[in-house]
């Protein structure tokens, strides 16, 4: 793993969005993972801000996300399908074919997780994966304890991952208790993964995972296993590095 030390968000979000403009750039087909949170949205802004300095040729990039809330339907605020919309798709002016989420309305979450799996699969494979991480080393949704092998699946989403999220609804209780999300094997089979880390909240995950342990107690720790993966944080999330 190689970590890039940065000062701060800005900075962080600069040098991952220049390196997905730089994968853009040098296979116009390139097929990109894309994550949600807070963390991501500085590297989708910086993004946009670089395609509008020095457009290029977005036609044939396709996106797959991570993962979606099981029960909320793409028009909800706070659906992932819409996070992505606002500060992606519609910026960058793509194609709604040429972006991929699970859909978190579907009556039979197993089977859309299958259906989602069976597209990443068909396509010609992830080229650059963006992941954020969770307080407790989650990737994707998937929750310590997930297993390695894991593709896309229904997650229960566990008590503090639901109170992470709940400042972007109105209260805890509106945070869906179900998720679709990649597994870490779909994950894994991506050629090239950056992780984005930014402030004090998440300097002890990053300890963590800069340590030895492999476990499956702690998700992101896989990424040891990981030809190819560029870690960027910031100053505060790596303070204790
Ligand atoms: C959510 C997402 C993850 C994200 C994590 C951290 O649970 N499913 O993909 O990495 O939260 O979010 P944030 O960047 O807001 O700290």
Do not use: C, W
């Not at 403009?21 to 802004?45: D, F, I, S």
Request: aromatic share 6%; hydrophobic share 35%; no cysteine.
């Amino acid at each position: 793993m190689r970590l890039i030390k940065v000062s701060d968000y800005n900075e962080m979000s600069e040098t991952a969005a220049r390196l997905l403009y730089e994968k853009a750039a040098e296979k116009p087909e390139a097929v990109l993972g894309l994550a949600t949170g807070g963390t991501p949205e500085g590297t989708y802004a910086a993004l946009v801000r670089k395609v509008k300095a020095e457009p290029i040729d977005l036609s044939r990039l396709q996106t797959f996300n991570l993962d979606e809330y099981a029960g909320l339907s793409p028009s909800h605020p706070n659906s992932y399908y819409k996070y992505m919309e606002r500060k992606f798709v519609q910026p960058l002016q793509l194609n709604k074919m040429q972006f991929h989420i699970p859909n978190g309305e579907a009556e039979d979450g197993e089977k859309e997780a299958a259906r989602y799996e069976s597209l990443v699969q068909e396509s010609s494979g992830v080229d650059l994966q963006l992941l954020g991480i969770g307080e407790n080393g989650h990737i994707g949704f998937n929750e310590p304890g997930t297993s390695f092998q894991a593709k896309t699946h229904v997650v229960t989403l566990n008590k503090e991952t639901r109170a992470a999220n709940a400042k972007y609804f109105k209260q805890i209780e509106d945070v869906p208790e179900k998720a679709i999300t990649m597994g870490i094997g779909t994950i894994m089979n991506s050629r090239s993964i950056i992780l984005i880390v930014s402030g004090k909240r998440k300097a002890q995950a990053l300890k963590r995972l800069m340590s030895e342990e492999v476990s499956e107690d702690f998700p992101a720790s896989i990424l040891h296993s990981h030809p190819d993966v560029t870690i960027i944080a910031d100053k505060e999330a790596a303070s204790l590095l």
